[in-house]
């Protein structure tokens, strides 16, 4: 029998999500993204003319900037913003406007555990929002293993705290509906790809595929909802 988790949610079982749109009045687009207690606030502004040195003229440059709660960023931030970067860029299409810059701040309003995952949600749909041109949404989702090799999803901040390792996977939004029943279903998942994969803490190779498989299964959660909540506020296909 599976154990139950201290918030009552099975090992598969993500909290509750909510995204807000434009929430910020100066922002070229902003979201504001909740999962459970862990909220972020995207801000996307530009594209504005010109790129830092060292950034390609001839293509588009994103520029993360990370905004703890409480007290200055240190490298957790600065790793996190390096990861941000590199996640975002992927997506987007840095052709459309080259020499140009577009800025995502990120401010922490509440971490609960999953934060990086959280921000860039929030990001995404702030791009969104921005009209900046994207390749595709990506969603993002934090898997942890604990000590007798279970592994569970989108975690607390205490759950955290008990984790053997963890990873933070980042996948393309799932084209297809998660209550999908198309017999190629497995063929399309497989084909999907993962932007990013961060890990921590001793992970062995069955538990590494065991997060990616899970993380896979639940991005079409996430991606059902960013969809739809963006196609609400959004015109067109997203």
């Known amino acids: 029998m599976e154990e139950t988790r201290a918030d009552g949610r099975n090992a598969n079982q993500l909290r509750p999500f909510s995204c807000t749109r434009n929430p910020l009045d100066r922002a070229h687009g ?13 801000a996307v502004y530009g594209p504005k003319p010109g790129t830092r040195k060292g950034e ?50 990120l401010q922490v309003v509440g971490d609960d555990g999953s934060l990086l995952p959280c921000a860039i949600n929030a ?9 900046i041109p994207l390749k595709h949404l990506a969603v993002a989702i ?9 592994v569970i999803l989108d975690t607390s901040k205490s759950e955290e705290q008990q ?33 990013t994969s961060i890990t921590h803490g001793v992970m062995s190779e069955e538990d590494y595929f065991s997060c990616i498989e899970r993380g896979l299964a639940a ?11 963006l196609q609400k506020q959004v015109p067109g296909d997203v």
């Not at 996190?80 to 970067?85: P, R, S, V």
């Not at 590199?86 to 995502?104: G, K, Y």
């Not at 990001?123 to 009209?131: N, R």
């Not at 079409?220 to 969809?227: A, G, K, V």
Request: aromatic share 6%; hydrophobic share 35%; with cysteine.
């Open 30 to 42: 902003s979201a504001r993204w909740a999962q459970g207690d862990t909220i972020v606030l995207a």
């Open 56 to 105: 390609n003229p001839e293509k588009a440059s994103i520029e993360v900037v990370w905004k703890p709660m409480t007290g200055q960023i240190g490298k957790q931030e600065k790793e996190y913003e390096m990861t941000l970067k590199r996640t975002l860029q992927s997506i987007c299409l840095l052709t459309v406007h080259p020499n140009t810059t577009t800025s995502v701040i």
């Open 123 to 131: 990001s995404c749909a702030a791009l969104v929002f921005a009209g």
């Open 142 to 150: 934090g898997c942890g293993v604990l000590e007798d090799g279970e």
């Open 163 to 195: 984790l053997k390792s963890f990873a933070h996977l980042v996948f393309p939004n799932s084209r297809k509906s998660a209550g999908s029943k198309e017999a190629n279903q497995k063929e399309e998942d497989s084909e999907r790809g993962l932007i």
């Open 219 to 229: 991005s079409s959660r996430i991606s059902d909802f960013m969809r739809t909540t």
